[in-house]
Each structure stands twice: as C-alpha cells, then as structure tokens.
C-alpha cells in the first residue's frame, strides 16, 4: 500500500535525499532502494516508487542527475549534482 507523503514533508524528503546524496564519495551513484534505507535515518520510510519520483523532480531542478549505466544498464542511479551542493549550503544542510 503506498503511503502518501504531506506536502510539507516532500521538502525534508528531498532534503533528505540531496544529503544523502552528498555523503555519497564513490565515483556511483545510488539506486533508489539504497536510497530508501537511509532515508530510514532521516525518519522517512519512502518506498522505492515515491523516492524515484522525487529523483526525477531533483533532476528537472538540476539538484541531482541520474548516471550513466555502466555496471548494470537496468539499474538506476543517481548523484547530487553542484547546484544540489549550493542548495544544501543555501539552506545550512
């Protein structure tokens, strides 16, 4: 059953994201689902769904791209971009 996220929480989820994102050092990005599990640290329990809608928001605001596929062309990973970093220095995250 999906869960619906409140308006006011999809920006603590998108920061929550970004931030995971960030701590992310490793030339790869991250799947969806490991990006779930740590949104778990954050207080969010997302599913995979919701969180990649959320990516592709990120992406059409230039806050985090998906990367190529080199090791697996059927999974989906993604990475903060620079104006993602500038977001989270923006905003003290």
Known sequence: M???IK???LELFDQALLQI???NTTRFGLTAKVLCAFCRAHGLQPEE???LDRLEYLAGKKLAAEMP???DKSMRV???TDAGRRYLDDHDL
């Open 7 to 9: 308006p006011g929480a």
């Open 49 to 51: 769904e919701q969180t």
């Open 69 to 71: 596929k080199l090791i």
């Open 78 to 80: 993604w990475k903060i």
């Open 21 to 23: 994102m960030q701590a």
């Open 2 to 4: 999906k869960t619906k």
